[in-house]
């Protein structure tokens, strides 16, 4: 059964850095990515990465300040996020896919972790 758990999440002031991890178990994702929800706001595309690690893509407001990697020996991906702000405060949660049309489309991903909270401090 296809599984996906993140860790890595905690409280850090604005300008620290946190890495996030997430394990999946059951197949090797073709697409990986992570995806954030704020207290009343819609999730939220973050980032994904192709199955060889070639193909990546980030939201605009993340983009040069968080890296996303994976590992397919351990079946694993990594989101790191350097000099963290308040607002990416937030629940992350790591998804999957086999197949995807847009690296962005949130609702191509069917397989979801529970989530790992992030909270940036100002």
């Known amino acids: 059964q296809e599984q996906l758990v993140e860790s890595g999440g905690g409280l850090v002031q604005a300008g620290g850095s946190l890495r996030l991890s997430c394990a999946a178990s059951g197949r090797i994702f073709r697409y990986m990515a992570w995806v954030r929800q704020a207290p009343g706001k819609d999730r939220e595309f973050v980032s994904a990465?192709?199955?060889?690690?070639?193909?990546?893509l980030y939201e605009a407001s993340v983009k040069g300040r968080f890296s996303i990697s994976r590992d397919n020996a351990k079946n694993a991906v990594y989101l790191q996020m350097d000099s963290l702000k308040p607002e990416d405060t937030a629940i992350y949660y790591c998804?999957?896919?086999?197949?995807?049309?847009?690296?962005?489309?949130?609702?191509?991903?069917?397989?979801w972790g529970q989530g790992t909270q992030v909270t940036v401090s100002s």
């Open positions: 998804a999957a896919s086999q197949s995807v049309g847009s690296y962005n489309e949130t609702g191509e991903y069917g397989y």
């Open positions: 990465i192709d199955w060889r690690g070639g193909g990546t």
